[in-house]
Antibody, heavy 117, light 112 residues
Framework: QIQLVQSGPELKKPGESLKISCKAS????????MQWVKQAPGKGLQYMGW????????TYADDFKERFVFSLETSASTAYLQINNLKNEDTATYFC??????????WGQGVMVTVSS | DVVLTQTPPTLSATIGQSVSISCRSS???????????LNWLLQRPGQSPQLLIY???NLESGVPNRFSGSGSETDFTLKISGVEAEDLGVYYC?????????FGAGTKLELK
């Protein structure tokens, strides 16, 4: 069955970096793009952007163009989200979701990231 | 960016009651390919969101048929015909017609 399994929770200090993984199984990884979504504590869903799993080309929403990097390890069917120079406002749960037919048909379980000094 | 306005923000319902959620878009979501990329998702407490309805009115595989979607252009509605306990959570509309994708603020469905 199709699954997106994300890495575990992270506790980081401001200014540090982190890299979250999203491992896909049950389908051909390069057939579908991968989306990323942020959810701050107690808040709604915020679209971060997506990555083309065939070409590796990322597309970022405006709020995520500066310190955020989408990448792939195609041989491992894994997508990554890296956040550099972490800020307190990056505290959130980050979801990956498959851009299938239809979009957002499968979601990862989410990674809770806490940024605190 | 497209703004999606969901109403009401909170909805109280009894089991078996039928309810509706509205989603209004700041611009038409009819794409040049003829499709309208307006989806509905449910996020149960402590869980990831799940897709319920895509392209306005198409039920995602495995979703009960008490859920239905309707609408066009800028006005859309999600209807639950007979709320069950497992339906409680936050409902989001989202659009993928205009980049970037955007989400509504959510409607929380709770038990009365």
């Amino acid at each position: 069955q199709i699954q997106l399994v994300q890495s575990g929770p992270e506790l980081k200090k401001p200014g540090e970096s982190l890299k979250i993984s999203c491992k896909a199984s049950g389908y051909t990884f390069t057939d579908y793009a991968m989306q990323w979504v942020k959810q701050a504590p107690g808040k709604g869903l915020q679209y971060m952007g997506w990555i083309n799993t065939q070409t590796g080309k990322p597309t970022y929403a405006d709020d995520f163009k500066e310190r955020f990097v989408f990448s792939l390890e195609t041989s491992a069917s894994t997508a990554y989200l890296q956040i550099n120079n972490l800020k307190n406002e990056d505290t959130a749960t980050y979801f990956c979701a498959r851009s299938g037919v239809p979009d957002f048909d499968y979601w990862g379980q989410g990674v809770m990231v806490t940024v605190s000094s | 960016d497209v703004v999606l306005t969901q109403t009401p923000p909170t909805l109280s319902a009894t089991i078996g009651q039928s309810v509706s959620i509205s989603c209004r878009s700041s611009q038409s979501l009819l794409d040049s390919d003829g499709d309208t990329y307006l989806n509905w998702l449910l996020q149960r407490p402590g869980q990831s969101p799940q897709l319920l309805i895509y392209s306005v009115s198409n039920l995602e595989s495995g979703v009960p048929n008490r859920f239905s979607g309707s609408g066009s252009e800028t006005d859309f509605t999600l209807k639950i015909s007979g709320v069950e306990a497992e339906d409680l959570g936050v409902y989001y509309c989202m659009q993928a017609t205009h980049a970037p994708d955007t989400f509504g603020a959510g409607t929380k469905l709770e038990l009365k």
